[in-house]
T-cell receptor, first 107, second 116 residues
Framework: DIQLTQSPSSLSASVGDRVTITCQAS??????LNWYQQKPGKAPKLLIS???NLETGVPSRFSGGGSGTDFTFTISSLQPEDFATYYC?????????FGPGTKVDVK | QVQLVQSGAEVKQPGSAVTISCRAS????????ISWVRQAPGQGLEWVGR????????NYAQRFQGRVTITADESTTTVYMELNSLTSEDTAIYYC?????????WGQGTLITVSS
């Protein structure tokens, strides 16, 4: 099975900061990489699909990049509502895997 | 709009089985896969398996093979997950999630607690 690693596992940031999270796959997955935001007590929310596609209604400060094994997720200017945990997720050969998550909290 | 409504919380004894449900509405049911994803307390997300209603086929994460069954009932647009041989490590919130390569829609979650 394909494994995903995320870094960092947590970070502290301030409103207005630029935040970047990386996700690395154990083998090439083309562009089949999605990013989710999860807030405490809530279901995850899909933000970016196919590595770079912003879901409808998601603010443009969120962006994704990469292909193959190395991917990035960026928040260009962190807003108060963005403090949450972020997960990458891959799809390959009928199987899905999530990364371990990155918690973004207040500095 | 698409809605996924899950059944209520369950408390089960170790070694027993549990079946939970997820009723879909507001979108095509047959053609879009529905998965189950779980989250243990304070932990990350873990994909359990999925069903493709139009094909009546399911596939599962390796670690759940032989212990989980996911089925779909087209007449009620409901997906079920049965998990057997429960242990305390199965205590988690179980979400149903709809989508082919990513999960655009999620249920509200069902807490399964395994405790003697």
């Amino acid at each position: 099975d394909i494994q995903l690693t995320q870094s960092p596992s947590s970070l502290s940031a301030s409103v207005g900061d630029r935040v970047t999270i990386t996700c690395q796959a154990s083998q090439a997955i083309s562009h089949y990489l999605n990013w989710y935001q999860q807030k405490p007590g809530k279901a995850p929310k899909l933000l970016i699909s196919d590595a770079t596609n912003l879901e409808t209604g998601v603010p443009s400060r969120f962006s994704g990049g990469g292909s193959g094994t190395d991917f990035t997720f960026t928040i260009s200017s962190l807003q108060p509502e963005d403090f949450a945990t972020y997960y990458c997720q891959q799809y390959d050969n009928l199987l899905f895997t999530f990364g371990p998550g990155t918690k973004v909290d207040v500095k | 709009q698409v809605q996924l409504v899950q059944s209520g919380a369950e408390v089960k004894q170790p070694g027993s089985a549990v079946t939970i449900s997820c009723r879909a509405s507001g979108g095509p049911f047959r053609t879009v896969p529905i998965s189950w994803v779980r989250q243990a307390p304070g932990q990350g997300l873990e994909w359990v398996g999925r069903v493709v209603p139009i094909l009546a086929t399911s596939n599962y994460a390796q670690r759940f093979q032989g212990r989980v069954t996911i089925t779909a009932d087209e007449s009620t647009t409901t997906v079920y997950m049965e998990l057997n041989s429960l242990t305390s490590e199965d205590t988690a919130i179980y979400y149903c999630a709809r989508g082919s390569y990513g999960f655009q829609h999620w249920g509200q979650g069902t807490l399964i607690t395994v405790s003697s």
